[in-house]
C-alpha cells in the first residue's frame, strides 16, 4: 500500500469510531474524568508495569516482583514483605545486573539491593529527607544529589564528598538549566563507568527577580522568582566534572558563557570526553564540541550546523555499542528531524533516515543486528510506530502491529522490546517481539474502562492549511445522541503551540476528558493541529518564526470555516478555550475576530511575548529590540479593545511560567478601554491546577460556557 493510500485509508478510519448508546448507561462527572477527581483512577485503561531483567522480562506489583513469559504467564521471585515492615511496594523495582539475582529497590529512608534467591539485603544506601536532584549510578553505586544548595556525592560505601560550598539562590548547581529548554531534564550526568560526574553550575545573580507573593503568612510576603524575559539579562551556565577516584572538580574551558546555551552533554563510552552542544543566544549557530573529562580542557569542534531562523538542538549523541569511534547524532537540517552516522573525527559518514517524516525517538540498539530502533511517524502524522534500522543499509523494518500510537522499551542488548500501545478504539495493549524477526505477541488488553457509560461520539479527519496545501488534522467530539438535524453549540479547543499536539491515533483520538464532560452536556468539541506544532517537520514549526499567533490562528479560522460548512453547527453559539499557548490563541482568536467567537475561556495565557523567558521567546519571536514589528503586532494588549464576547481570563496566582504581569496588563488594557472580560485566580497555584483544584477548575471552565454559550 502507497503512503499516500494508507493515509486516506486512515482518515476514513478517523469517521468511524461512533459508540453506541443504551439507556442503562452512566453520566460521567467530573470526579469520573478530571485527572484530580477521586474516581479518575477506575476510568482509565488498566496498565502493566514491566521491565527487563537483562533480556528476561519482568513484572512490577504492588507487592511483589518476578517473571512474565510470552503467553502472560507470571512467576513471583520476590515479595516486598521479605524486606520488613517499612517496605510496602515493589512497582519500583529495578534488575539492573543481567544475570545477577539483584533487584534494585527503594524507599524514603533507603535503596538496597536485595538478592530474591538468597533472601538477603547485599546492600544498602541511606536516602536522607531534603536531599533534591538525586542522580544515582548503577556501575559505582554512587549518588549525586543537591542538599541546602551544595552539590554532593556519596559513593558506594556511604561516603560523602562535597562539591560546592557557594551554591545558593543566586547560584545553583546539579538542576535543569536554561529553563528546560533544548531537551534539558536536569542538571547531572553520570559517565557510563560511574567514575565521573559533570553537573551545571548556574550563575543567575544577574537575572531580574520577577516578585511572586505568597498569603499563606499573616502578611503576604515576597517570593522572587527568577525569570530572564525575552531581550533582557540571562543566567551564565558552566559544566563542573567531578572525578570519584581524585576526588577533584574541573570546569570545562568553553570561553565567555555570556549568552550562550550548553545543552545535550553525553560522555564517550570510556568516560574520558564530553560532547556537548553549544548554541548561541540567537539560537541559529549549533557546534557540537568535545571536552577532556580529566582535565576540562577543550579538543574540538565536530560540527556546526546554522539555520536563518533557528537550531533547536534536543538530542544528546549516542554511540553504537559495538564501535567506540561512531555516534548517531539527530537533526533537522534535511527539513525533518532525522539520523546522522558520525565517526568522533566529526565526519559524516551516512544519513541513515530520510523522508518526509519525523523520527520521534532512538529507543537503543539491536547489537547482535546491527541495529537502531527508532520511533517515527513515517506511516501516517497522526501515528507512532517502532522500526528497526539497520545501521550498514539503512533499510527499515516495522517492529508493531503498523497501527495506533507505540511506546517501546528494549532488553538490555536489544533482541526484544515490549510495546504499551494504544488505537482509537483500544485504551491500551502490550505486546512483546523481537526486533530481528518481529512478530508480536500481545501479553494484555485492557477492558475499556467506561463501560456502562454514556460514551461521545469521536471523529477525526483533515483539512487544508491557509496555505491551500498542507494538511492539518482535527478531531471532533460529538454528543452521544448526537443528531445531524439538530444544531449544537460549538467549542474550539486549542493550543497550537511549537512542542505538542492534540490529535494522534491513539484511545478516543487522544481526546481530553473534559471533552467527553462538554459533549454529554450537549456541547459539539472541535481540536484543530495548525502549523506551528509538533512532529510535521521543520518548515511546519517554522511557519510561526517572528509572528507568533498570525499563522496559527490562520490555519485555525480554516477549521472554522469547515465548522460553518457543517449544517449542525451552530455558529451563532461558537466559543474558544486554550491554555498556555492556547490561552493566548483563544484572546487572540477572540479580540481579533469579535464577530466570531461569542464566549472564551483563556487559562494562564501570555499577553505579550516581551513579558515571555528568554530562551523560548527569542528562539519564535527574537528580542523585542529585533523584532519590534513582531512584538507589537503578536501584542494582545492593544486588542482588548477589540472584546466584545464573554471572555474568562484564569491564572494561578503563582504562575512561574507564563507570570501574573500578562493577565493583569490585559484587564488594565481592558478597563481602559471599557471592555469588560471576567478573571478568577487560583491563590497559592502555579501554571497548571494540581490535584483536586483541578475538578474546580473545570467545573468553573464547564459553568462559563453553561451560562454565556448554550
Known sequence: MTTTKKRQAIVLL????????????????????????????????????????????????????????RQGTKKPLFNIAELGAEWHSAMNAQYLYAGQPLVLLSNKKERVLYDFKKKTVVWRQEIKQGDVCQKWNKSSRALAFVRDAQLYVRDAEGREAQLTDDGSREIVYGEAVHRNEFGIMDGLFWSPDGQRLAFYRMDQSMVTDYPQVTIDTRIAEEVPDKYPMAGMTSHKVTVGVYDLKSRKTVYLQTGDPTDRYFTNIAFSPDSKTIYMQELNRDQNDCRLVSYDALSGKRISELRRETNPKYVEPLHPIIFLPWDDGKFILQSEKDGYNHLYLYNTKGEQLQQLTAGQWVVMDVLGFNQKAKTVIIASNERH??????????????????????????????????????????????????????????????????????????????????????????????????????????????????????????????????????????????????????????????????????????????????????????????????????????????????????????????????????????????????????????????????????????????????????????????????????????????????????????????????????????
Open 381 to 710: 502524522p497522526l501515528q507512532r510506530n517502532i522500526y528497526a534500522v539497520d545501521i550498514k543499509t539503512g533499510r527499515r523494518t516495522l517492529l508493531d502491529n503498523g497501527q495506533g500510537v507505540h511506546h517501546a522499551v528494549l532488553s538490555d542488548d536489544g533482541s526484544q522490546l515490549y510495546d504499551s500501545y494504544s488505537t482509537p478504539d483500544i485504551p491500551r495493549a502490550y505486546a512483546l517481539t523481537s526486533t530481528q524477526k518481529p512478530k508480536p505477541t500481545v501479553l494484555f488488553t485492557a477492558p475499556d474502562p467506561w463501560q456502562g457509560y454514556v460514551v461521545p461520539r469521536f471523529e477525526c479527519g483533515s483539512i487544508k492549511a491557509a496555505d491551500g496545501v498542507t494538511d492539518l488534522y482535527w478531531r471532533m467530539v460529538k454528543p452521544a445522541d448526537f443528531d445531524p438535524s439538530k444544531k449544537y453549540p460549538t467549542i474550539v479547543y486549542v493550543y497550537g503551540g511549537p512542542h505538542a499536539h492534540n490529535v494522534e491515533a491513539s484511545w478516543h483520538w487522544y481526546s481530553r476528558s473534559w471533552e467527553t464532560y462538554m459533549a454529554q452536556k450537549g456541547y459539539i468539541v472541535f481540536i484543530l493541529d495548525n502549523r506551528g506544532s509538533e512532529n510535521r517537520g521543520r518548515d511546519f514549526e517554522q511557519a510561526t518564526f517572528r509572528q507568533l499567533g498570525q499563522v496559527e490562528m490562520q490555519d485555525q479560522m480554516c477549521g472554522v470555516d469547515y465548522l460553518r460548512s457543517l449544517p449542525y453547527v451552530d455558529m451563532a453559539r461558537l466559543g474558544v478555550h486554550g491554555w498556555s499557548f492556547g490561552g493566548f490563541m483563544t484572546i487572540s482568536l477572540m479580540t481579533n475576530y469579535p464577530d466570531i467567537f461569542k464566549v472564551g475561556v483563556a487559562g494562564g495565557p501570555v499577553i505579550d511575548w516581551k513579558w515571555y523567558e528568554v530562551m523560548y521567546g527569542e528562539r519564535y519571536m527574537d528580542t523585542p529590540e529585533a523584532n519590534p514589528e513582531g512584538y507589537a503586532k503578536t501584542s494582545l494588549i492593544d486588542k482588548a479593545k477589540n472584546l466584545r464576547g464573554k471572555l474568562q481570563i484564569i491564572i494561578g496566582a503563582n504562575d512561574p511560567t507564563v507570570v501574573p504581569q500578562h493577565a493583569l496588563s490585559f484587564l488594565k488594557a481592558a478597563i481602559e478601554a471599557g471592555t469588560q472580560p471576567d478573571f478568577f485566580v487560583y491563590p497559592g497555584e502555579g501554571h497548571n491546577m494540581m490535584g483536586h483544584a483541578s475538578v474546580h477548575l473545570h467545573e468553573r471552565i464547564t459553568q462559563y460556557f453553561e451560562d454565556y454559550l448554550k
Open 14 to 69: 478517523c469517521m468511524a469510531i461512533i459508540m453506541p448508546m443504551s439507556a442503562q448507561q452512566k453520566l460521567f462527572t467530573l470526579e469520573d474524568l478530571n485527572f484530580g477527581g477521586t474516581n479518575y483512577h477506575n476510568m482509565r485503561p488498566k496498565s502493566m508495569f514491566l521491565t527487563w531483567w537483562g533480556n528476561q522480562l519482568m513484572y512490577q506489583d504492588a507487592e511483589e516482583g518476578g517473571t512474565i513469559d
